[in-house]
């Protein structure tokens, strides 16, 4: 499982962004059971998530609202498939706005381009 810690701060918050190859929904719960068994995930304020799966695509915004549809749509436009992308975020106390989600686009596009490398 591919964990990119502390990829960029905005404002405080602190974002992390995870991903791995799953086959359906039971595997992304089992996925972010394991992230969240790590006390750091765990403690996290939101752990947003999406998946394309041949049965349809599946995404949770834990509390982000929002954040789960702007992961798929990065997912879908990369054509990532059977892939869950988590992007986890640390509330540093001010809020972001609209600019939350240019974060977790942006942790998405971070993974994106890096998680062969960390495979």
């Not at 810690?5 to 918050?13: A, N």
């Not at 702007?70 to 990369?78: D, E, F, G, T």
């Not at 892939?83 to 974060?103: A, E, I, M, N, S």
Request: with cysteine.
């Amino acid at each position: 499982m591919p964990v990119f810690d502390s990829i960029f701060t905005d404002r405080g918050s602190r974002y992390a962004v995870s991903g791995g190859p799953v086959a359906d929904r039971d595997a992304v719960r089992a996925f972010l059971k394991d992230l969240t068994r790590r006390k750091k995930f765990a403690k996290a304020t939101h752990n947003s998530w999406a998946v394309l799966l041949p049965g349809g695509p599946a995404k949770g915004d834990d509390g982000e609202a929002g954040a789960g549809a702007v992961i798929l749509q990065k997912l879908q436009r990369a054509e990532l498939s059977c892939h869950v992308v988590v992007v986890t975020r640390w509330f540093g106390g001010t809020k972001l706005g609209g600019d939350r989600f240019r974060r977790v686009a942006d942790a998405v596009d971070y993974y994106l381009a890096h998680f062969e490398e960390g495979a």
